[in-house]
């Protein structure tokens, strides 16, 4: 079946450490992107990309880094520099191109808690 | 400052009755509108979408409304069920800044169907 896999769903990590998100699709989608969810907020992206080799920061960039070496995998570190890590994480993939109506298909999700 | 607005964080409604969710937005750059139902610890799933040419689509129980004179939509879900207990995400995109459609996210509603 496709879809979008998440991993791992449950991480915890100490204070001063990087973490890696993994997310793979087979999809087939060309874009791809990355979602935070705190309680109260909403969805606010991350980073997105549109293509293999090319990513663009969204709204709350600061703290993460991602790479987007093929179109199935775009992994989010989030490093030491993010003040507040824990979060649920949610990846998505989406269609570009002319048909494209912004529709996402999300992945199960991350939950990522600082100790 | 929010382009997407969902003013009511929860609704509760008896099952069998009509549940209304409301979403208001800024941008009249905006052209397709969508919303997003979500479970705790899931990814979100799509649910039914409008394009701004139009002003009402329907996909049996939910239906989506859009006035885009006063830019407001909304989503009926008629007979309510305990199952559509969950958060409802309206989301819209638009061709605006040079970006191929970007999803912004409301901060979601939860809607709470008691049996």
């Known amino acids: 079946d496709g879809g979008i896999t998440q991993s791992p769903k449950y991480l915890f990590r100490k204070e001063g450490q990087n973490v890696t998100l993994s997310c793979e699709q087979n999809?087939?989608?060309?874009?791809m992107y990355w979602y935070r969810q705190d309680p109260g907020q909403g969805l606010r992206l991350i980073y997105y990309s549109q293509i293999v080799n090319d990513f663009q920061k969204g709204d709350i960039a600061e703290g993460y880094s991602v790479s987007r070496e093929k179109k199935e995998s775009f992994p989010l570190t989030v490093t030491s520099a993010q003040k507040n890590p824990t979060a649920f994480y949610l990846c998505?993939?989406?269609?570009?191109?002319?048909?494209?109506?912004?529709?996402?298909?999300f992945g199960e999700g991350s939950r990522l808690t600082v100790l | 400052d929010q382009q997407v607005k969902q003013n009511s964080p929860s609704l509760s409604v008896q099952e069998g009755r009509i549940s209304i969710l409301n979403c208001d937005y800024t941008n009249s750059m905006f052209d397709y509108f969508l919303w997003y139902k979500k479970y705790p610890a899931e990814g979100p799933t799509f649910l039914i979408s409008?394009?701004?040419?139009?002003d009402k689509n329907e996909d049996g129980r939910f239906t989506v409304f859009l006035n885009k004179s006063a830019k407001h939509l909304s989503l009926h879900i008629v007979p309510s069920q305990p199952g559509d207990s969950a958060v409802y995400f309206c989301a819209a995109s638009g061709r605006y800044g040079g970006s191929q459609g970007n999803l912004i996210f409301g901060k979601g509603t939860k809607l709470s169907v008691k049996p």
């Open positions: 998505a993939s989406s269609i570009q191109g002319r048909l494209n109506t912004g529709e996402l298909f």
């Open positions: 999809l087939n989608h060309d874009a």
């Open positions: 409008i394009s701004s040419i139009k």
